[in-house]
């Protein structure tokens, strides 16, 4: 059984920064690319970044792009999002999310819709609320 927990959110100051951690187990993680969506109250659940399953290859939402870094340690089985400038926009709950199929590339993570078939697992998500 597949288990992904996230780590990390909190309260933060505008421009301030977060790192996430979700630790993943019950899959051979080194083969699957991990993204990262985020839900705002109100709005739908929306993409933010995913990584390849060798970490080589990283693909961003336009809204976090030059401001979040995602990265992953296969040996620990964790990925990780650092977050930097922080805006009040930027406030919502954020989930990790392995897909359906293994070696699935990080661009195809970031048009996939969140609740399809195309994904495999979810976190329950972790709250990061961002001040002005």
């Known amino acids: 059984q597949v288990q992904l927990v996230e780590s990390g959110g909190g309260l933060v100051q505008a421009g301030g920064s977060l790192r996430l951690s979700c630790a993943a187990s019950?899959?051979?993680?080194?083969?699957?690319?991990m993204g990262w969506f985020r839900q705002a109250p109100g709005k739908d659940r929306e993409f933010v970044a995913a990584i390849s399953w060798t970490g080589r290859s990283t693909y961003y939402s336009d809204s976090v792009k030059g401001r979040f870094t995602i990265s992953r340690d296969n040996a620990k089985k964790t990925v990780y999002l650092q977050m930097d400038s922080l805006r009040p926009e930027d406030t919502a709950v954020y989930y990790c999310a392995a897909p359906a199929k293994a070696y699935t590339s990080a661009q195809a993570m970031g048009v996939m819709t969140p609740g399809s078939a195309d994904f495999g697992s979810w976190g329950q998500g972790t709250q990061v609320t961002v001040s002005s």
């Open positions: 019950g899959l051979t993680f080194s083969r699957y690319a």
